[in-house]
């Protein structure tokens, strides 16, 4: 039994069982930040945060010149749901004309299931905005956790995923998760500048969004076809 159980475990990548222990990870940190949220750990810090990007004489005012504010607002217009899914349906109409509809049925379900997540819980917990500053961009549900922070994470990291996996040179796959990451992490930024969340918002919906990514991952791992 123990050899059959060690032959098993060699035949799984490194890159399997490091995706497979990140798949437990990362969920588990939602669950911390929101444990935490729900017991009102996390409203100093919180507070503190948020008002870090604003002016100290003035919290009506976010820190930076008029055409930064701006930038800010195109920044988290990104991870949107109407910039989200067009990238989205271009992303996976281009899949399924290359034939690759394994990839463009995994990245597009990701995607969903990921909005949807992030709605679900938006209504369990029942997190109110934070209105200690003036909202920088007009907002309709509740704040936990971010869904433009959900939805980025989801759908850029998924993208890069699904184009690492079939881009041989390693060179471009970096720069196909640098670009990713730096979208994810400015959309985050963005939302926290604009006053329209509060900093835990913002890093669970990246742990939530990421969570989907590592699923889509594995999904990709497991339903690749076996090389004669």
Known sequence: MIERLK?????????????????VGVPSLFLTIAGEVA?????????RLLLAFRMPSDPSDPIGPRWFEESMRDITALGGFTVLTIVTIAA?????????????????TTVVLAYASSEILKAFYDRDRPMIVAHGSIVYSQSFPSGH????????????????SVEP???TKALVYGLAISG???????RVY?????????????ALGSSWALAAWMALVFTAPRQA
């Not at 399924?96 to 394994?102: A, S």
């Not at 604009?194 to 990246?206: K, S």
């Open 39 to 47: 017991e009102g750990e996390t409203a100093a810090l919180d507070r």
């Open 194 to 206: 604009l006053g329209v969340h509060w900093p835990t918002d913002v890093l669970a919906g990246w």
């Open 7 to 23: 032959s098993l475990l060699g035949k799984l990548e490194t890159r399997t069982l490091v995706l497979l222990v990140a798949l």
């Open 149 to 164: 922070s959900t939805a980025a994470a989801a759908t850029f990291l998924t993208l890069a995923t699904v184009v690492a």
């Open 169 to 171: 040179r390693r060179r």
């Open 92 to 108: 996976t109409l281009l899949l399924v004309f290359h034939r690759r509809g394994r990839e463009a049925l995994i990245f597009a």
């Open 184 to 190: 994810v992490l400015a959309v985050g930024v963005s």
